[in-house]
Antibody, heavy 111, light 108 residues
C-alpha cells in the first residue's frame, strides 16, 4: 500500500517561495506519475503539476511559478511555488492520480 | 482545458435513499480517464470510481459509475450515514487535469 506524507512550513510570507516535500513509502517513486494538487478554503481542487521520472507537465495558470522535482534516493517529491500571494493559501496534496493521495498540508500566505 | 460541471450543487437526502450525481465535460474525456471522489470535511479526497466505471479497492458496490465521452453519472443505490459529504468528479486524460465544482450530499 502506497503512503504519502506532505511536509513543509505552514506559514509563508507574501512574495516568498513556498516549498513542500512529499515522502513516499510502499513503492518505488519511479513507478508512478506524481502530482501536486491544492484546494483553497471552500473551493474546488486544482491540479498544479506532475512529474514522471524526468518528464513534467504544469497547469498553465501556475506554470511560470512552479518547480516540481523528484529525489529518488530519498523517495521524495518536491514542490516550489514562487512569488506567493494570499490566493495561494490552500491545502496542498501530493497524489498519484487517481488512486493515492496524501493527507494534505495547509499552507497560509500571510505577513 | 476541459471544464467539468457538476449537478446538482446540493442533494438533500435521507439514509436509505438513492442518490444520482451528474458531471458534464466541455470536451470528450480521453479514454474515459474519469474519476469520482468523496471528500469529508478536513480530509483528503477518497477515490470511489476510476476509468468512469471501475470501483476503487474497498469501495462498496452501492456506488456505480457510468457514462462516457462528455456525460458521466455516479449513482449511490442506498445512502449510508458515512456517504454524506462532497463528491467531486475529475478528468485525468488531458492536460491540465481538472476537477468539477462538487456536489454536496447532505442529510435531509
Amino acid at each position: 500500500q502506497v503512503h504519502l506524507q506532505e511536509s513543509g512550513p505552514g506559514l509563508v510570507k507574501p512574495s516568498e517561495t513556498l516549498s513542500l516535500t512529499c515522502s513516499v513509502s510502499g513503492d518505488s517513486i519511479s513507478n508512478h506519475y506524481w502530482s501536486w494538487v491544492r484546494q483553497p478554503p471552500g473551493e474546488r481542487l486544482e491540479w498544479i503539476a506532475y512529474i514522471y521520472n524526468s518528464r513534467t507537465d504544469f497547469n498553465p495558470s501556475l506554470k511560470s511559478r512552479v518547480t516540481i522535482s523528484v529525489d529518488t534516493s530519498k523517495n521524495q517529491i518536491s514542490l516550489r511555488l514562487t512569488s506567493v500571494t494570499a490566493a495561494d493559501t490552500a491545502v496542498y496534496y501530493c497524489a498519484s492520480i487517481p488512486q493515492y493521495w496524501g493527507q494534505g498540508t495547509l499552507v497560509t500566505v500571510s505577513s | 482545458e476541459i471544464v467539468l460541471t457538476q449537478s446538482p450543487g446540493t442533494l438533500s437526502l435521507s439514509p436509505g435513499e438513492r442518490a444520482t450525481l451528474y458531471c458534464r465535460a466541455s470536451q470528450s474525456v480521453y479514454k474515459n480517464y474519469f474519476a469520482w471522489y468523496l471528500q469529508k470535511l478536513g480530509q483528503a479526497p477518497r477515490l470511489l470510481i476510476h476509468g468512469a466505471s471501475s470501483r476503487a479497492t474497498g469501495i462498496a458496490d452501492r456506488f456505480t459509475g457510468s457514462g462516457s465521452g462528455t456525460d458521466f453519472t455516479l449513482t449511490i443505490s442506498r445512502l449510508e450515514p458515512e456517504d454524506f459529504g462532497v463528491y467531486y468528479c475529475q478528468q485525468y486524460g488531458s492536460s491540465p487535469v481538472t476537477f468539477g465544482g462538487g456536489t454536496k450530499v447532505e442529510i435531509k
